[in-house]
Every structure is written in C-alpha cells, then in structure tokens.
C-alpha cells in the first residue's frame, strides 16, 4: 500500500513541475508579445517624430525586459522582433521570441 501512495506522489509532483514550466513558459511569451507591441508602437510613433526609430524600439523593449533582435522600417511601417529569456526549469533553456508589426492600416 505504501508504495502506491509514494508512487502517486511520485506522478503528482512531476505534474506539479510540468505544469509550472508550462505556466512560465506562456507568462515569458505574454511578456515577449506585450514587448513587441510596444516596441513597434514606439517605432512608428518615432517614425511620425522623425526621430532614431529602432532606438526608441530598443529603449522600449529594453525597459520590459526584452531584447529587440530585429527592426525594419518600410515606408511608415515598422516590424519589430523581440526575444525575453525564457523558463530555465527541468532542463528547458529556450528563450521565447515575438514580433509585431504597427503603421498605417
């Protein structure tokens, strides 16, 4: 009896662990997704002031824990990709990326 209930333990608690990566891992995407937009936003809005518009990108991104790994400015659109560290949990030790575009519709 006892080594079933050490078993079930067993399961719980490495569900426990899966479930918590799982839940860092989407909470470091939401992160890395909020970044991006904000960083295009900041791009654009740079665009419109004529001022260094992948820096202000950079400086966004930066302030929410982000690194801008891509800029591209075409016309008055901006592209922007952003990448956050993801979970380093059990072994898992990708960082999570998010792009996000802002312009002109």
Do not use: F, K
């Not at 608690?13 to 909470?27: D, E, F, I, S, Y």
């Amino acid at each position: 009896m006892s080594l079933v209930v050490v078993a079930c333990v067993g399961v719980l608690l490495l569900l426990g662990a899966a479930l918590g990566v799982v839940g860092a891992m989407v909470r470091a995407h939401r992160q890395a997704q909020s970044a991006a937009d904000l960083a295009a936003l900041a791009v654009a809005s740079a665009l419109g002031w004529g001022g260094d518009a992948c820096a202000a990108g950079e400086g966004i991104a930066a302030a929410n824990d982000a690194r801008l790994v891509a800029c591209e400015v075409e016309g008055r659109e901006a592209r922007v990709r952003v990448e956050v560290t993801g979970p380093h949990w059990l072994g898992q030790d990708a960082d999570l990326a998010a792009e996000s575009r802002a312009g002109p519709a």
